[in-house]
């Protein structure tokens, strides 16, 4: 018996490439604007700077997704002494990803259902929390989560065994009675499959990619797929019928 589904957030309540473009656009706007720096060099730069931040800290820790961190390092190294840019630049990102944040089709009513069947539903994401919380926000299901697990909070990121025991934790419930929806082979199903979990590979068609296998892991192609004749179906499960 299923009682608790978890999901990722990025690429897997909504479409992260479609938001980031649009983020990645504004914030490059500003540089040229603002501060007179040519697009290709900024964001040439920006990509270095996160490899550096990523050597440094290793890939096990949340602020290698800190934008501010990202930026103020970037103004350092282009010799910009003004960080007010560093916050403005913050503001241009995310402020414009968030606006572009779309459900995907089938999201909500699979929240709804999930909700009225009586299951608990849950997060697990990597990332600081403030931006997941601002994520959630705009997708409008704040009030639906009966749990959040980020990456910031458990101190690891996906696959790490302790993030999903705190997600169990969290959902009072068995492993086994807990499914992890995700976009991330490695991160969300084969680590929550390691821990006990069911993991599902949320994996519509925009998201495929040349040679990528499910490795007989439950795909879900779409959310509108999961809701058939009073059930919740996710791959070949039914986890609630009514």
């Given at each position: 018996?299923i009682?608790?589904?978890?999901?990722?957030?990025?690429?897997?309540?909504?479409?992260?490439?479609?938001?980031?473009?649009?983020?990645?656009?504004?914030?490059?706007?500003?540089?040229?604007?603002q501060?007179?720096?040519?697009?290709?060099?900024v964001?040439?730069?920006?990509?270095?700077?996160?490899?550096r931040?990523?050597?440094?800290?290793?890939t096990d820790?949340?602020?290698?997704?800190?934008?501010?961190?990202?930026?103020?390092?970037?103004?350092?190294?282009?010799?910009?002494?003004?960080?007010?840019?560093?916050?403005?630049?913050?503001?241009?990102?995310w402020?414009?990803?968030?606006?572009?944040?779309?459900?995907?089709?089938?999201?909500?009513?699979?929240?709804?259902?999930?909700?009225?069947?009586?299951?608990s539903?849950?997060?697990?994401?990597?990332?600081?929390?403030?931006?997941?919380?601002?994520?959630?926000?705009k997708?409008?299901?704040?009030?639906?989560?009966?749990?959040?697990?980020?990456?910031?909070?458990?101190?690891?990121?996906?696959?790490?065994?302790?993030?999903?025991?705190?997600?169990?934790?969290?959902?009072?419930?068995?492993?086994?009675?807990?499914?992890?929806?995700?976009?991330?082979?490695?991160?969300?199903?084969?680590?929550?499959?390691?821990?006990?979990?069911h993991?599902?590979w949320?994996?519509?068609t925009?998201?495929?990619?040349?040679?990528?296998?499910?490795?007989?892991?439950?795909?879900?192609?779409?959310?509108?797929?999961?809701?058939?004749?009073?059930?919740?179906?996710?791959?070949?499960?039914?986890?609630?019928?009514?």
């Amino acid at each position: 018996m299923i009682r608790s589904v978890i999901f990722d957030i990025d690429d897997t309540m909504f479409d992260y490439g479609y938001a980031d473009k649009a983020g990645m656009s504004a914030l490059l706007r500003y540089t040229s604007e603002q501060l007179s720096l040519d697009l290709e060099m900024v964001r040439a730069r920006i990509a270095q700077v996160q490899s550096r931040i990523t050597g440094r800290l290793g890939t096990d820790d949340s602020a290698i997704h800190n934008r501010l961190i990202r930026f103020q390092t970037l103004l350092e190294e282009l010799g910009v002494p003004d960080f007010t840019h560093a916050l403005k630049m913050y503001h241009a990102y995310w402020d414009t990803f968030i606006d572009a944040v779309i459900p995907e089709p089938g999201f909500r009513e699979l929240v709804t259902a999930l909700r009225k069947a009586g299951i608990s539903i849950g997060v697990g994401t990597d990332m600081t929390a403030y931006i997941q919380y601002k994520k959630l926000e705009k997708l409008d299901v704040l009030r639906e989560m009966s749990f959040i697990v980020t990456s910031e909070e458990a101190g690891v990121e996906k696959p790490s065994s302790p993030f999903f025991r705190l997600c169990v934790e969290k959902a009072g419930c068995a492993p086994e009675e807990s499914v992890f929806i995700g976009d991330n082979m490695r991160k969300d199903v084969e680590g929550a499959c390691s821990a006990g979990l069911h993991g599902m590979w949320y994996h519509p068609t925009r998201l495929e990619k040349e040679n990528e296998e499910s490795s007989g892991y439950p795909v879900i192609r779409s959310y509108e797929e999961c809701l058939k004749d009073g059930r919740i179906c996710m791959g070949e499960m039914v986890i609630y019928n009514e």
